[in-house]
């Protein structure tokens, strides 16, 4: 039996997205760099958005390159509307057209907050982020996206469960699932998938205050095949969404996640 793939290592690339034109938001770090190289090792041709991290965006752009395909980094917050726009457009303008969009950009405010004691800045923040900015990125791809294209939106366990503390990003992620249940009828006719892949813990930048501590062990314990997921493990099930493998999937919750919340 193989080994479990260390960090940032590269898989074996999946077949049928030689020349996609692939939109990653977030793509700067964690399961959007990872998904974003995935594509790239495929032959797709990649954009990513960054919002704060502009080294960050140029070394993907630089080891997407390396790879052989062509990249570029779109900066801008997104939970500006205008920015969505843009990311779509520039995408567009860059490879002629859009096959596949990953909606993975989001925020996760570390500390637990009971509802009762949440500011409503923190709802609102959260929400801007979280949910506004993916219903506008999302609504410009799917106007730009060629027929029988693909949409994958990286939402999360507390979707699904809730997450005490953390209502705020668990509502937001919730909303993101039944988006996509929405979105995936009406954008059937032309043939456009919509799915979510749904992570649960992932030792990325997000979750580094946390995991990176003793508390690493006991999430780790919390999962019965007794690891926290890499960000590569997200992006596979991710890219797989965007192959014609995955043609007939539409509408779909997959749970990465270890075993840890089995609601499918």
Known sequence: MSETPRQGA???PLAGLAGARVLVTGG????GRAAALLFAACGARVAITWATRSDAA????????????ECIAIGGDLAEAAAGERAVAETVQAFGGLDCFVGNHGIWPVSDVPLTEMPYEQWRRTMDVNLDSMFHVTQHAARALADNGRIVLVTSTAAQR??????DYAASKGALVSL???LCVELAPRGITVNSVAPGWVDTDLSAAVLRTEQLE??????????????????GPVVFLCTPMARHITGEIMN?????VLCG
Do not use: F
């Not at 809730?162 to 209502?167: F, V």
């Not at 990465?256 to 840890?260: A, D, E, I, Q």
């Open 180 to 182: 996509v249940k929405g």
């Open 256 to 260: 990465v996640n270890g075993g840890s």
């Open 10 to 12: 590269m898989v074996p």
């Open 218 to 235: 006991r999430a780790a314990a919390s999962i019965p095949l007794r690891r926290v997921a890499t960000a590569e493990d997200i992006a």
């Open 28 to 31: 700067s770090r964690g399961i």
């Open 58 to 69: 140029e070394e993907v752009v630089n080891d997407a390159r390396a790879l052989g395909a």
């Open 162 to 167: 809730g997450e005490a503390g953390h209502g």
